[in-house]
């Protein structure tokens, strides 16, 4: 693949985005790792596009020939007295009407063939999309300059039919001004150095342009994603409610309008300039044209080529300059098109941090935990943060054992909980599940037997069914089992209301879709977590949104059926985490106490403190 760049560290900056010729040679590279992926998509599409072309390449030069001929044949029959046969005319002419019958058959069969092929790459480019989205880490998707390259990429999957016809149509043409300029250098050999005087001026001007539109284009990535961004915000339910309340449409249609209005200028002083210059360039190529023209003029004048040479010269003259000027123009979308091919290789090979050993074999997941999971010294990093979100974090959560995380806001128990789930890696100590690293372990394994359902849980605009069989979406035919999990979640109830029950559409943005209310919705997700077998269940503040007689069931429920496996609670209301074996408190990412209800109560610490705060609260 072409190191063609090294850019996205900062895609802003255009000096970055400046390419050489060099490069953009160099990005050509990449184009025998696109027709790999062509081919791939379809041998046959591509075998018979490009037998196709082949033929059509042929036929202008026939064609041009064949009118030579008709020409020659009708001087001749002029000058004869009396009658002759013209079989051998009406023949010629016949023979030129198939061609161009056979021309636009074949030409319409091939946009046929480039778009079924490119609609089929696009498809099959997005499932690759969004496949190795899958196995990358959370962290990257945390990282802007991940949404960069994802963004880049994604635009790759839409407008490669371009490059695809493009290069196609680039060979197509090759062959076509190979024949016609065989039949020009019969007669001139220098008419064809004329030509490529002719052409040359428009292509290296293209060429600049070409570039500096990439560069503007890629250095604008980050606001073209703003700018998708603030489409949707502007008109989307989801955000609807707080758009008008607040009164926002204003302010995100001034930015939307700023920005989109910045783009706009400085892409038309291009478009200016480029048309500008187009003009002054090409006409230096038409003036070569005629340069060429006069001088066959002149030659079938004075008798030195026949009539019909004269048209099949001229003719051809002009093909050829019009099919290289092409050729050259191609070339230089070719090459901008490779350069943008780079950032979807580009992407495809960003690697996933966190996966499974890959140098030895990974470890089963234990099937019961019989220790359970030892956290040695932890310290967590954000990327992109110099704060450590948890440092010097030691504590056992034993096999069996319920255990609640209290803190405050920003406290680190989330964090906590994604070290747990493997979403991250500790930067400092390691967290052990019985007595080996968690890294040993499985990936695929170790997220099967943990269940997680986070604070800001998805609401799936899908069914009310799929939406719980989301927490084990290989049982979603197993409707039993999802409505035990709804039973068990208490979301029963909300889905007996619904018209269509668990095969009702959730959310507003689809068809006859219901919306639920926050708590609704809370029971739906909380019943993900019973859809699965998981040794270790993770509830993350999951009854904010539910009334107090519906959280104390769930609490009482939760307890019963973890019954024998671990599980981790994080709430701010201490009616709830008092029912857990243990309490950890944590603050500014470090462990404050652990202790069981009443030993916390007892050591009258930050538990006792904050305990004693909602308690009066509550009289
Ligand atoms: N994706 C992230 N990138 C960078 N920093 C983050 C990220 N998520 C959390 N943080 C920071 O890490 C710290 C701990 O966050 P965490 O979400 O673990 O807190 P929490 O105790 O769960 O808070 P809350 O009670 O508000 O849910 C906070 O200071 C937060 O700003």
Redesign the pocket.
């Known amino acids: 693949m072409a190191k063609s760049q090294k850019p996205t560290d900062n895609p802003t900056s255009t000096k970055e985005s400046e390419l050489s010729w060099r490069e953009r040679f160099a990005a050509l590279g990449n184009l025998p790792a696109f027709f790999r992926l062509v081919w791939e998509t379809s041998p046959g599409l591509f075998i018979g596009n490009a037998a196709l072309r082949l033929i059509r390449a042929a036929i202008p030069a026939a064609t041009l020939y064949i009118g030579k001929l008709i020409i020659d044949e009708v001087v001749r029959l002029n000058r004869l007295p009396g009658f002759d046969d013209t079989s051998y005319l009406w023949t010629l002419v016949a023979a030129e009407f198939g061609l161009a019958i056979l021309s636009t058959g074949i030409g319409r069969a091939v946009s046929l063939l480039d778009g079924l092929l490119g609609d089929l790459f696009a498809n099959r480019t997005s499932v690759r999309l969004m496949e190795h989205a899958a196995t990358l880490d ?2 990257q998707f ?1 990282d802007a300059t991940f949404y960069d390259k994802l963004e880049r990429a994604r635009r790759q999957t839409t407008g490669r039919t371009i490059l695809l016809s493009g290069v196609f149509g680039q060979v197509q043409e090759l062959i076509s001004v190979g024949f016609l300029a065989a039949g020009l250098a019969v007669y001139n050999p220098w008419l064809l150095l004329l030509i490529l005087v002719a052409v040359t001026p428009s292509f290296i001007g293209d060429n600049y342009f070409n570039q500096r539109s990439y560069s503007l284009s890629r250095s604008w990535t980050p606001e073209r994603r703003e700018l998708d961004y603030l489409r949707y915000i502007g008109a989307s339910d989801e955000t609807a409610k707080e758009v008008k309340i607040f009164g926002l449409s204003g302010f995100i249609i001034d930015r939307f309008r700023s920005l989109s209005n910045e783009f706009f200028q400085k892409n038309k002083q291009l478009a200016i300039s480029r048309a500008g210059w187009g003009v002054l360039l090409t006409g230096l190529g038409t003036a070569g044209y005629y340069g060429a023209y006069v001088w066959i003029v002149a030659r079938a004048v004075n008798g030195q080529i026949s009539l019909g040479d004269l048209t099949f010269l001229a003719g051809s003259f002009r093909q050829v300059r019009g099919s290289l000027e092409g050729i050259l123009l191609q070339f230089s979308s070719l090459t901008q098109e490779a350069i943008y091919l780079q950032d979807l290789f580009d992407y495809f090979a960003i690697k996933p941090l966190i996966h499974s050993q890959v140098d030895r074999k990974p470890l089963p997941f234990p099937r019961p935990v019989r220790e359970g999971f030892v956290f040695e010294n932890v310290g967590f990093k ?4 110099d ?1 450590w ?2 440092r010097n974090l030691s504590f056992t959560l034993h096999a069996g054992e319920k255990l609640a ?1 209290v ?12 070290l747990l789930a493997r979403l991250y890696d500790p930067a400092e100590g390691r967290i052990l599940l019985d007595g080996h690293d968690l890294r040993d372990y499985d990936l695929d394994e170790l997220r099967r037997n943990i269940g997680v359902i986070f ?1 800001d849980y998805t609401r799936f605009k899908m069914s009310a069914g799929t939406n719980i069989a989301v927490g084990d979406i290989d049982e979603r035919t197993n409707q039993p089992r999802i409505e035990t999990s709804a039973q068990r979640s208490l979301a029963d109830t909300v889905i007996a209301k619904l018209p269509e029950g668990y095969e009702q559409q959730l959310g507003k943005s689809f068809n006859k879709g219901v919306e639920l209310s926050g708590g609704e919705w809370q029971k739906v997700a909380l019943g993900r977590a019973y859809m699965r077998d998981a040794q270790l269940i993770i509830l ?2 999951p009854t904010a949104a539910l009334d107090a007689r519906a959280e104390y069931e769930v609490f009482q429920r939760f307890a019963k059926l973890t019954e024998g496996r671990s599980s981790v609670i ?1 709430s ?1 209301r201490f009616s709830t985490v008092r029912m857990a074996d243990r309490i950890l408190v ?1 603050e500014g ?1 470090r462990l404050l106490e652990i202790g069981s209800h009443y030993e916390l109560l007892e050591q009258d610490g930050r538990y006792a403190e904050l305990f004693g705060l909602q308690a009066r609260g509550y009289q």
């Open positions: 959370l962290e945390e954000y990327t992109n943060s704060r979100a948890l995380l803190g405050e806001n920003g406290a680190g128990k989330t964090t906590l909980v994604k604070q993350d503040e994080i701010h944590l990412g």
